[in-house]
């Protein structure tokens, strides 16, 4: 699949459905200086990921602890209500393996935000300009913010993606 808005695209090894809902591995391409990914930085209070580069550089921050991770360099692992980011920031494409235990709903997350880079609907930053959008996919990604408790978030994004689907997006 490819993100038309980012250049960026993700091929699955193994989805939720084929792991019995237990993971989810793909092998993820960030286009040169794709630094979209790195701002804001999110936690995940449900889910631990790994990072793994098959080809290229990944700046990775976890935590406190910043990382550029080539192939052949170990996993690093982000464990559950860790903040963290990743981006490129290379002239070259960086290419690595995530694994996300247990997945949720993060694979129906990645479809939707890949159709709406088609449909045109993301830009060049990955941020639908429709904040409906913006509130399924936050649901789906099952991902929050530091400041803001993520219990109250997790509630206005359920809220808005009610409200999305009230209005017809889906």
Do not use: C
Not at 22 to 33: D, E, N, V, W
Not at 118 to 131: A, D, H, T, W
């Amino acid at each position: 699949m490819k993100n038309f808005a980012t250049g960026d695209s993700i091929d699955f090894i193994q989805t939720a459905k084929e792991s019995d809902g237990k993971m989810s591995k793909f092998i993820m391409t960030l286009a040169p200086k794709s630094s979209w990914a790195k701002s804001p930085r999110h936690f995940h209070p449900y889910q631990t990921e790994t990072f793994e580069v098959v080809e290229g550089e990944l700046n990775l921050s976890v935590g406190k602890e910043k990382y550029i991770l080539r192939s052949k360099d170990p996993k690093v692992t982000v464990d559950k209500f860790t903040l963290h980011s990743f981006w490129n920031a290379t002239n070259n494409e960086v290419k690595f393996i995530a694994e996300i235990y247990p997945p949720r709903n993060i694979e129906k997350g990645i479809r939707k935000t890949y159709e709406l880079s088609k449909l045109g609907k993301i830009n060049k930053n990955n941020i639908p300009y429709n904040p409906f959008y913006s509130m399924l996919l936050m649901k789906d990604f099952d991902a929050y913010f530091p400041i803001v408790p993520w219990k109250f978030q997790r509630l206005l994004f359920n809220i808005g993606a009610k409200f999305a689907n009230l209005f017809g997006y889906k």
